[in-house]
C-alpha cells in the first residue's frame, strides 16, 4: 500500500505547500487619520496574477549596461529628417522590440511556455509592453512583431498605448504574449527587477537612459548607456544563458546593423 499524502502541517514544513501568516488585520484610525480607498480593477486583477507570479517562479534579475549612442544619434536624426516630410517617429521602444525578436530568434528558449513536464516552443513573437495608464499599468500586446519594420513597430505601440490611456483596449489587444518589455525610461531609475508575466518565461526592463565615462583603450569618453534587467524563470533559462542573451541584445543595440545577419 502506498504511503497517505503528508498533512498541511507536514506538507507545509517539507516545502510542499505554503504555510503563511495570515494577513494582520489593523485599525489604522488608532494611529491617525486615514481615507480608505477602493483598490481599482485593474490593480485587483493584476495584483492576483502577480503575486502567483512572485511565489511560484524561480526568478533571477541579470544585468548589463547597453551603448546606444548611435542609435539614439541615428534616431534623433531620421525623426527630424521625417518631421519635414511629416512621416512617422522613430521610438526607442520600437528598436528595443527588434532587438528583442533578434534575440529571441538566436536564443529560443526565450520564446517558450513551461506546460507541465513539456516546454512549448513558440514559432510567432509577440511582444508585449507596460504602458502607465491612469488606472493602472496594462500590457498591450504587438502581435507577429518579427515581420514588422521600426517604423511600424513604432506606430503600433503608440496607437495601443493610446487606446490603454483612454481604457480602449480590447481583451484581446492584452493576450498572446510572448515576451515583455516594461520601460521605465520615461520617469528614471538606474534598475530594477520586474517580475516575469506567467506563461511567459522572461521580461526586460529598461530604465533611464544616461551619459557615462567609457574607457576606450587610451582615455575616458562619454557614451549614452542604457540600462537593462532582464528577470529570467531559472526552470528554462540558467545564468549562462541570461547572460548571454543580455549581451546580445546589447551588441544589437550598440550596432543594429547586425539585426540584418
Given at each position: 500500500?502506498?504511503?497517505?499524502?503528508?498533512?498541511?502541517?507536514?506538507?507545509?514544513?517539507?516545502?510542499?505547500?505554503?504555510?503563511?501568516?495570515?494577513?494582520?488585520?489593523?485599525?489604522?484610525?488608532?494611529?491617525?487619520?486615514?481615507?480608505?480607498?477602493?483598490?481599482?480593477?485593474?490593480?485587483?486583477?493584476?495584483?492576483?496574477?502577480?503575486?502567483?507570479?512572485?511565489?511560484?517562479?524561480?526568478?533571477?534579475?541579470?544585468?548589463?549596461?547597453?551603448?546606444?549612442?548611435?542609435?539614439?544619434?541615428?534616431?534623433?536624426?531620421?525623426?527630424?529628417?521625417?518631421?519635414?516630410?511629416?512621416?512617422?517617429?522613430?521610438?526607442?521602444?520600437?528598436?528595443?522590440?527588434?532587438?528583442?525578436?533578434?534575440?529571441?530568434?538566436?536564443?529560443?528558449?526565450?520564446?517558450s511556455s513551461i506546460d507541465g513536464d513539456n516546454l512549448v516552443m513558440k514559432k510567432y513573437f509577440n511582444i508585449g509592453f507596460a504602458a502607465d495608464t491612469p488606472n493602472g499599468l496594462m500590457?498591450?500586446?504587438?502581435?507577429?512583431?518579427?515581420?514588422?519594420?521600426?517604423?511600424?513597430?513604432?506606430?503600433?505601440?503608440?496607437?495601443?498605448?493610446?487606446?490603454?490611456?483612454?481604457?480602449?483596449?480590447?481583451?484581446?489587444?492584452?493576450?498572446?504574449?510572448?515576451?515583455?518589455?516594461?520601460?521605465?525610461?520615461?520617469?528614471?531609475?538606474?534598475?530594477?527587477?520586474?517580475?516575469?508575466?506567467?506563461?511567459?518565461?522572461?521580461?526586460?526592463?529598461?530604465?533611464?537612459?544616461?551619459?557615462?565615462?567609457?574607457?576606450?583603450?587610451?582615455?575616458?569618453?562619454?557614451?549614452?548607456?542604457?540600462?537593462?534587467?532582464?528577470?529570467?524563470?531559472?526552470?528554462?533559462?540558467?545564468?549562462?544563458?541570461?547572460?548571454?542573451?543580455?549581451?546580445?541584445?546589447?551588441?544589437?543595440?550598440?550596432?543594429?546593423?547586425?539585426?540584418?545577419?
Amino acid at each position: 500500500l502506498s504511503a497517505p499524502p503528508p498533512a498541511p502541517a507536514a506538507a507545509a514544513a517539507s516545502g510542499g505547500g505554503l504555510d503563511l501568516l495570515p494577513w494582520p488585520k489593523i485599525d489604522f484610525s488608532k494611529f491617525g487619520a486615514t481615507d480608505v480607498q477602493p483598490l481599482s480593477r485593474i490593480k485587483r486583477i493584476s495584483g492576483a496574477n502577480l503575486s502567483r507570479n512572485w511565489v511560484m517562479i524561480p526568478a533571477v534579475t541579470y544585468h548589463e549596461d547597453a551603448d546606444i549612442t548611435e542609435l539614439e544619434a541615428f534616431r534623433v536624426q531620421i525623426n527630424k529628417e521625417n518631421e519635414k516630410a511629416g512621416g512617422a517617429k522613430l521610438t526607442m521602444l520600437a528598436f528595443l522590440i527588434k532587438a528583442c525578436v533578434k534575440a529571441m530568434q538566436k536564443y529560443p528558449e526565450f520564446n517558450s511556455s513551461i506546460d507541465g513536464d513539456n516546454l512549448v516552443m513558440k514559432k510567432y513573437f509577440n511582444i508585449g509592453f507596460a504602458a502607465d495608464t491612469p488606472n493602472g499599468l496594462m500590457v498591450p500586446v504587438i502581435k507577429n512583431a518579427e515581420s514588422k519594420g521600426v517604423f511600424e513597430l513604432a506606430k503600433e505601440s503608440g496607437d495601443l498605448a493610446k487606446q490603454a490611456r483612454e481604457g480602449k483596449l480590447k481583451p484581446a489587444d492584452m493576450q498572446g504574449a510572448c515576451f515583455t518589455i516594461s520601460s521605465l525610461g520615461g520617469i528614471g531609475g538606474t534598475y530594477f527587477a520586474p517580475i516575469v508575466n506567467a506563461p511567459e518565461v522572461a521580461i526586460l526592463g529598461v530604465n533611464k537612459s544616461a551619459m557615462k565615462p567609457v574607457w576606450d583603450g587610451k582615455q575616458f569618453v562619454p557614451r549614452l548607456t542604457l540600462p537593462l534587467s532582464l528577470t529570467a524563470d531559472h526552470r528554462v533559462i540558467d545564468g549562462a544563458l541570461a547572460t548571454r542573451f543580455n549581451v546580445y541584445l546589447a551588441q544589437l543595440l550598440a550596432d543594429m546593423r547586425r539585426s540584418m545577419l
